[in-house]
C-alpha cells in the first residue's frame, strides 16, 4: 500500500506511476483513507505534470471499478452508449436514443446536467412532467430489457471514485486537464455497461474545446485510452460555433426533439444523430457500411418506428402516454413571447454559441452553480443558420422569458450575437472528422 504522500511526490517529481499506485489512490478516494487535500494535491501535480497513456488507462479502470458496474449480460446486444462533450442546443440524445432503440441497439445510458452553458440531457428531460431521472440500476437493465431504452441520472454507485475527483477538480482549478476528462469520461461509460460507445467531441465558441487543434487532442486520447481499456469506439468532432439546430432551453429542446423524430431527417439535430447512430450500427457490426446504415436509421425515423421509441421510453419513465402528441401544451413555456427582427441584410456569418448559450443560462434556463434551480421553460429559438441569407426585418428568433424586462434585453442580447455580412459565408461542416 502506497501512502497519500508517497503517491503525491512521485507526480510532483514527475515519475510514472505503476498501476498498484493508481489503484491504491483509487482506493483511498473511495475509503477516504486519502483526505481531500492530499487528493487535491495529487490533482494539481497531475495536472501541472501530466500523465501518461498507460497511467490513464489504469486510473480509467481503476475508477470504473471503484462501484458497481451495470451488468447488461441478459440483454440483446449491441449494447451501445453515446456521450456529448457538451454543446449549446445540444439535444441529440433525445434523438438518438429512441433512434438506437428502433435500429435493435440495446441503449442504456446514464446522463448529467447542464453546468455553465452547455445544457444537460437530464435537466432537457426534467421538462417532461413525471419524468423519473433518477432509476436505480436495476430498474434501468428492468426497463431496457422490455423496451430496449432506459436513461438515468448520474448515479452515485457507478464510478463514485470519479464523483470525488470531479468535486474537488471543480473545485481546485483541475477540471481542464486532458488526461484526467478523458479518464472521467470513459470511466463512467465502462462502468455504465456499453461495449460500443460514439462519442460526440464539440468543438467551437460553445464548447469546453475551443479550437480545432484542442478538439484533435481530446479525440485522439479518447480513442487510445478507450481503445486500450477495451472500449469499441468511433469518435465525431463535430461544430458548436453556431448552436445546434433552432432551439436553446430545456422544454424548447424537447419540442425539437419530438419534431425531428416525427421526421425532420434534414435538419441539424436529424443529420447529426443519424450520422452518431449509423457509425453505432457499423462499429458494432450491426450493420456492414455506414451508407446502409444511414438509410436504416432514415427509414426507422420516416416510419415512425423511433417516434413510437420515444414514447414506449417515456411513458416507461413516467410521462403521460399523451405526452408526445401534446408536447406544446404539457411544457411549461416562458410566459413573455417575444419575436426578435434583425435590423441589416446580407449573409448571416456568424451566431455565436457561446454568447447565445450564456444568454439562455442568464434567462434562468442553465446554472452557474451546481446548486442552482434552473426555469425550464425559458429560452431562444434562432429561425436563421450561418450562410442563410438575411433580409432587413426578418424574423431571426423568438425569445421565452420570465418579464418583460429580460425579454428586451434578450432580444438585444441575440441580435449582438449575429454577425451579418455582405458577402456570403459558408458554414462550417456539422461532422468536421470522423475517428
Ligand atoms: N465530462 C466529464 O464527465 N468529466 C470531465 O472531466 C469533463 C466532462
Known amino acids: 500500500m502506497h501512502s497519500p504522500q508517497a503517491l503525491i511526490a512521485t507526480k510532483r517529481d514527475r515519475r510514472t506511476h505503476s498501476s498498484e499506485e493508481i489503484r491504491d489512490l483509487v482506493r483511498g478516494l473511495v475509503d ?27 486510473l480509467t479502470l481503476a475508477m470504473a471499478d471503484s462501484g458497481e458496474r451495470l451488468d ?12 456529448s462533450t457538451g454543446g449549446v442546443g445540444d439535444k441529440v440524445t433525445l434523438v438518438a436514443l429512441p433512434l438506437m432503440a428502433a435500429c435493435g ?17 437530464i435537466d432537457k428531460l426534467e421538462s417532461i412532467p413525471g419524468f423519473r431521472t433518477d432509476l436505480s440500476p436495476s430498474e434501468l437493465v428492468a426497463q431496457a430489457n422490455q423496451f430496449g431504452i432506459a436513461l438515468t441520472g448520474q448515479s452515485p ?5 470519479d464523483k470525488i475527483l470531479y468535486g474537488l477538480r471543480d473545485a481546485t482549478a483541475t477540471v481542464d486537464c486532458v488526461p484526467l476528462i478523458v479518464s472521467s469520461i470513459l470511466s463512467k461509460k465502462i462502468a455504465g455497461g456499453a461495449e460500443t460507445v460514439v462519442l460526440d467531441v464539440k468543438c467551437g465558441s460553445g ?4 479550437d480545432l ?7 485522439a486520447w479518447l480513442k487510445d485510452i478507450g481503445t486500450r481499456a477495451g472500449l469499441n469506439l468511433r469518435i465525431l468532432i463535430t461544430d458548436m460555433d453556431q448552436p445546434l439546430g433552432s432551439a436553446i432551453g430545456n422544454s424548447l429542446e424537447v419540442l425539437e426533439a419530438l419534431s425531428v423524430l416525427r421526421g425532420d431527417v434534414k435538419s441539424s439535430v436529424g443529420r447529426l444523430a443519424i450520422k452518431l447512430v449509423a457509425l453505432a450500427l457499423e462499429a458494432s457490426g450491426t450493420e456492414a457500411s455506414l451508407e446502409a446504415a444511414e438509410a436504416r436509421c432514415v427509414l426507422a425515423i420516416q416510419s415512425g418506428g423511433a417516434l413510437t421509441k420515444a414514447r414506449e421510453w417515456l411513458t416507461a419513465q413516467g410521462a403521460d402516454p399523451a405526452f408526445v402528441d401534446q408536447a406544446e401544451s404539457k411544457l411549461p413555456l416562458g410566459p413573455v413571447v417575444r419575436k426578435v427582427f434583425i435590423h441589416s441584410s446580407g449573409y ?40 442563410d441569407e438575411i433580409t432587413d426585418n426578418e424574423h431571426c428568433a423568438t425569445v421565452f422569458a420570465k418579464t418583460e424586462e429580460e425579454a428586451d434585453e434578450a432580444a438585444q442580447r441575440v441580435l449582438a ?3 451579418v455580412t455582405a458577402t456570403p459565408t459558408e458554414a462550417r461542416p456539422l461532422v468536421i472528422e470522423v475517428l
Do not use: C
Not at 464548447?207 to 475551443?210: K, T, V
Open 105 to 121: 441497439i440495446t441503449a442504456v445510458k446514464m446522463s448529467g446536467r447542464g453546468l455553465g452553458i452547455t445544457g444537460g440531457t
Open 348 to 387: 448571416l456569418a456568424r451566431a455565436d454559441a457561446g454568447a447565445l448559450g450564456q444568454l439562455v443560462v442568464d434567462l434562468g434556463g442553465g446554472r452557474a452553480h451546481k446548486e442552482d434551480l434552473i426555469d425550464h421553460g425559458v429560452g431562444i429559438q434562432i429561425h436563421v443558420a450561418v450562410g
Open 417 to 419: 450575437s449575429l454577425y
Open 32 to 58: 477516504g483513507s486519502i483526505k481531500d487535500y492530499q487528493a487535491s494535491s495529487w490533482l494539481m501535480a497531475a495536472y501541472l505534470n501530466g500523465l501518461d497513456s498507460a497511467e490513464t488507462t489504469e
Open 157 to 161: 454507485n457507478l464510478a463514485p471514485a
Open 72 to 83: 447488461l449480460s441478459g440483454l440483446p446486444k449491441p449494447w451501445v452508449d453515446k456521450h
Open 207 to 210: 464548447a469546453f474545446m475551443r
Open 213 to 219: 487543434g484542442a478538439a484533435r487532442n481530446l479525440a
